[in-house]
């Protein structure tokens, strides 16, 4: 069993539905992060979680700590949303990473 | 700034050919790492460095290796390449594996 687990593994919807993609992770972490890999491949940052909840305009991120879940939600999707989202913990100074999310938002 | 550069993009090797991807960094990071990604598999990390000097193994480390001379440059060397490192490789750095990554564009690598 992967040390981290996303969910679901493709997610299509249509523009302006709100989205979630759900991460649990097995391990004890120091940090939990949420990479956005767009279609050409080039991997992007989009949080880093130790605690709480964050927001960065249509995306927002949260994490339980207890219960080992973290969430990603965007709100309004739009097409150009589309893209794999990862979800990786921080082990120390290793990273496991889950197999991520493929997001198609359609027009 | 640049942030991290990659080179080169593309790749192709013959199996027990030679070859070192590098990576370097403009932010002063002290951790770097190199994943590389497989279909099905995710990211999986392969060496990372916590400061010049210091370098430790990630999850898929054989077959590879790394030196950190300076804080700028991670090359990840292949000493004999095989048909299984056939994959995409990611350099990343940031202030700490805590801390925000910042990934290098990738290298397309292919081993016939």
């Known amino acids: 069993k992967n040390e981290v687990e996303q969910s679901p593994q493709n997610l299509t919807a249509q523009e302006g539905e709100f989205i979630t993609i759900n991460c649990s992770y097995s391990v004890g972490i120091s940090a939990l992060h949420w990479l956005q890999q767009h279609p050409g491949g080039g991997i992007v940052s989009l949080f880093m979680l130790s605690s709480g909840k964050k927001k960065h305009g249509r995306l927002i991120a949260t994490i339980n700590i207890q219960e080992k879940h973290s969430s990603l939600h965007i709100t309004a999707s739009h097409p150009r949303d589309s893209a794999v989202y990862i979800c990786a913990v921080c082990v120390a100074n290793d990273m496991r990473f889950g197999a991520g999310t493929r997001l198609t938002v359609k027009p | 700034n640049a942030g991290v550069t990659q080179t080169p993009k593309f790749q192709v090797l013959k199996t027990g050919q030679s070859m070192t991807l590098q990576c370097a960094q403009d932010m002063n990071h002290e951790y770097m790492s190199w994943y590389r990604q497989d279909p099905g598999m995710g990211l999986r990390l392969i060496h990372y460095?916590?400061?010049?000097?210091?370098?430790d193994q990630g999850e898929v480390p054989n077959g590879y290796n790394v030196s950190r001379s300076t804080t700028e440059d991670f090359p990840l060397r292949l000493l004999s390449a095989a048909p299984s490192q056939t994959s995409v490789y990611f350099c990343?750095?940031?202030?700490?594996?805590?801390?925000?990554?910042?990934f290098g564009a990738g290298t397309r690598l292919s081993v016939l």
């Open positions: 990343a750095s940031s202030q700490g594996a805590k801390n925000i990554q910042y």
């Open positions: 460095s916590v400061g010049a000097g210091i370098t």
